[in-house]
């Protein structure tokens, strides 16, 4: 496999572009990892060198992949991290389904999409807003997603993982979603990444005892931290 490989997503936090990042990372596949700042995204969407005017996209050689999902099953077959039984890759789509899911619930905390000029944008709520979101979420929105993907888990006869015996991109997905949520990360009190939140209002951080009632959801999380490619990754990119 000789392929050229580039990752474009903004610079201002992991979003929907980690997941494609962790699977490469994982199987150890090299990569072009482009952080753009808001006026590169624009000149890009412009071009019209973006499907759909979003990020992130995944450049192959010279086919450009957009949608997340899209993009992280592309890697997860590249690298052997899809499975192959037909159900098993059905589940696995599910879990990364719900990935997304959970993601886009939660950027809305942040964001209100508008249609503004013309163009489907963006807009940033107050910080008031951002915080009676983010009380929700983790309150409501959160413990159905956790406690779903706890059972997933539980029933599968080959623990610690959420489809087989090994790591597949669903857990990969799940495990994005754990750190993005740790209450410890440093992105919620780095001010350089979209989750701050500046005082008086924040900054936000999650309820400390997250985990408490996800031990199998913690075990993973444990595991996958501790794999050296990807400990490598999240220290040398804690935001």
Not at 104 to 119: A, P
Request: a negative charge.
């Amino acid at each position: 496999m000789n392929k050229n490989l580039s990752l474009f997503y903004f610079n201002d936090g992991k979003g929907r572009a980690e997941l494609t990042r962790l699977i490469l990372v994982y199987a150890q596949i090299p990569f072009n990892d482009h952080r753009l700042s808001f006026a590169e995204y624009l000149s890009m969407r412009d071009k019209e060198k973006l499907p759909f005017d979003q990020l992130p996209v995944l450049i192959v050689d010279d086919q450009i992949i957009g949608q997340s999902c899209a993009m992280a099953r592309y890697a997860a077959k590249l690298t052997g991290l899809y499975p192959l039984h037909d159900i098993e890759a059905a589940l696995s789509d599910m879990i990364v389904d719900a990935w997304r899911d959970l993601l886009d619930l939660f950027y809305r905390c942040y964001v209100d999409r508008v249609t503004k000029e013309g163009k489907f944008v963006m807009t940033m709520r107050s910080d008031q807003e951002k915080i009676d979101k983010l009380n929700e979420f983790f309150a409501v929105i959160l413990p159905s997603h956790f406690n779903t993907f706890e059972q997933i888990i539980s029933n599968n006869k080959k623990l610690p993982f959420l489809i087989n015996d090994s790591i597949t991109w669903a857990d990969l997905a799940v495990f994005d979603l754990l750190d993005t949520l740790d209450p410890h990360a440093s992105h919620w009190t780095d001010e350089s990444v979209s989750f701050y939140i500046k005082e008086p209002f924040g900054p936000f951080q999650p309820p400390q005892d997250i985990f408490k009632n996800y031990l199998q959801l913690e075990a993973l999380k444990t595991i996958i931290s501790q794999t050296p490619q990807i400990a490598a990754w999240l220290s040398s990119h804690p935001s």
